[in-house]
């Protein structure tokens, strides 16, 4: 079946650094993606979508300066956390959705990112 | 994408049939119902989906009811593996529309 690596599994950060996260498809190609953060005991929220070749579309109160998205590929995204801050601290998850996929068989999600600024 | 209700919170005894409902009142007549789980620190997994008529896999059984407005997802012979929180999700079944995810109900499977 449809594989998302997602790297790193976890990451610890000093305050004010940047994270690039990236999330592949390994056996498939998707021309979209999206980015997922959930908080502790909460439910994941959509941060972005993200489009191979074009800008990423970004959910309501998501700042595209501080949460960059990179699609350069069909077969990877990455997103970078910028100038980190405790408060930017969660699990970030990807996921991607076969092009050639009918119904809803193609929606594959990484392992997540337990990102974590001190 | 239609809303979804779900308790918060319910325990099955392993072995037991688990099962789970979604109350989706105002599901249009193109969305379908997705239910996906997630075990604890890792990515959603997809575990089933239907239009009206009732689903089975080799993972779960989804039950919609005539009118749509509401679905049960059975786990029919829950094992402790089965902990955790799953998600009910409505919506259309075309392009890439993105999944919106609702509070779900956290399963813990009592041995």
């Known amino acids: 079946g449809a594989v998302v690596s997602q790297h790193p599994s976890w990451v610890i950060c000093k305050s004010g650094t940047s994270v690039k996260i990236e999330c592949r498809s390994l056996d498939f190609q998707a021309t979209t993606m999206f980015w997922y953060r959930q908080f502790p005991k909460q439910s994941l929220m959509l941060m972005a979508t993200?489009?191979?070749?074009?800008?990423?579309?970004?959910e309501q109160g998501v700042e595209k300066d501080k949460f960059l998205i990179n699609h350069a590929s069909l077969t990877l995204s990455t997103l970078t956390v910028t100038s980190a801050h405790p408060e930017d601290s969660s699990f970030y998850i990807c996921?991607?959705?076969?092009?050639?996929?009918?119904?809803?068989?193609?929606?594959?999600f990484g392992s997540g990112t337990r990102l974590t600024v001190v | 994408d239609a809303k979804t209700t779900q308790p918060t919170s319910m325990d099955c005894a392993e072995g037991r049939a688990a099962n789970l409902p979604c109350n989706h009142s105002?599901?249009?007549?193109?969305?379908?119902v997705y239910w996906y789980r997630q075990i604890h620190s890792q990515g959603p997994q997809y575990i089933i989906h239907g239009l009206k008529n009732n689903e089975t896999n080799e993972m779960a059984s989804l039950i919609i009811t005539e009118d749509r407005k509401s679905s049960t997802l059975i786990l029919p012979h829950a094992t402790l593996r089965d902990t955790a929180v799953y998600y009910c999700i409505v919506r259309v079944d075309f392009g890439n529309e993105k999944l919106t995810f609702g509070t779900g109900t956290r399963l813990t499977i009592i041995p």
């Open positions: 105002t599901i249009s007549g193109n969305e379908y």
């Open positions: 996921s991607a959705r076969d092009r050639w996929a009918g119904g809803n068989y193609g929606y594959t």
């Open positions: 993200s489009n191979e070749g074009s800008k990423a579309t970004y």
